[in-house]
Every structure is written in structure tokens, then in C-alpha cells.
């Protein structure tokens, strides 16, 4: 993996990164419950929640990498763009524009 000189350009070498569907299912799960810690976190007021959110989605997504897709996660060279990817890729899934 080499530089990318824009997000446009690395979001295909990310899917490629996800082809494995088990991988994609884990990393939607781990992205939907930061989303729910995020939100009890702002319903309760309780800051302390936040501490679950980076373990729910790096837990998940890097299950499904090492166990299923057999590859090391783009964060570990592209953090900002990884994260990025998540995000567009799970409002894709959810768009039924990737597939579960």
C-alpha cells in the first residue's frame, strides 16, 4: 500500500480490503454500536460511555481482518483515510450499494 493522493483514490484499494463478506458483516456491526455508545453517551450525559466506542469498531473490524480476511487493516498505514472508508462504506451497506 502505497500513498494515495486523495480519498478518491484510496476508497477502491479499501474495498478491496473488504472483500471478504464476514469481514464487511463485523465491521458493520462494530460501526452501528459506536454509533449506539455515541448516542448514549449524548441521551445520558455520561462521557464515560465513549471509552466503549473505539473498542466496538476496531474490536469488530479487526476480527474481521485477521480471522477472515486474512489481511492487516489499512488503519495501521492509513488511519485517517481507514476511518474515512469505514464510514463510507457502512452508508453504502446501507444503501445496498455494498452488499452485506
Same mark, same amino acid.
Given at each position: 500500500?502505497?500513498?494515495?493522493?486523495?480519498?478518491?483514490?484510496?476508497?477502491?484499494?479499501?474495498?478491496?480490503?473488504?472483500?471478504?463478506?464476514?469481514?464487511? +458483516?463485523?465491521?458493520?456491526?462494530?460501526?452501528? /454500536?459506536?454509533? %449506539?455508545?455515541?448516542?448514549?453517551?449524548?441521551?445520558?450525559?455520561? @462521557? =464515560?460511555?465513549?471509552?466503549?466506542?473505539?473498542?466496538?469498531?476496531?474490536?469488530?473490524?479487526?476480527?474481521?481482518?485477521?480471522?477472515?480476511?486474512?489481511? +492487516?487493516?489499512?488503519?495501521?498505514?492509513?488511519? /485517517?483515510?481507514? %476511518?474515512?472508508?469505514?464510514?463510507?462504506?457502512?452508508?453504502?451497506? @446501507? =444503501?445496498?450499494?455494498?452488499?452485506?
Amino acid at each position: 500500500m502505497s500513498g494515495y493522493a486523495d480519498f478518491r483514490e484510496f476508497y477502491p484499494y479499501y474495498l478491496s480490503e473488504h472483500s471478504n463478506r464476514i469481514c464487511r +458483516r463485523l465491521h458493520f456491526i462494530g460501526s452501528s /454500536l459506536v454509533l %449506539l455508545v455515541l448516542l448514549t453517551a449524548v441521551v445520558s450525559g455520561d @462521557l =464515560r460511555w465513549l471509552w466503549l466506542a473505539p473498542l466496538a469498531g476496531y474490536g469488530f473490524a479487526w476480527i474481521g481482518h485477521f480471522a477472515f480476511e486474512k489481511n +492487516r487493516p489499512a488503519t495501521f498505514k492509513q488511519p /485517517l483515510y481507514s %476511518l474515512m472508508g469505514d464510514w463510507v462504506m457502512y452508508w453504502q451497506m @446501507l =444503501r445496498g450499494k455494498v452488499s452485506f
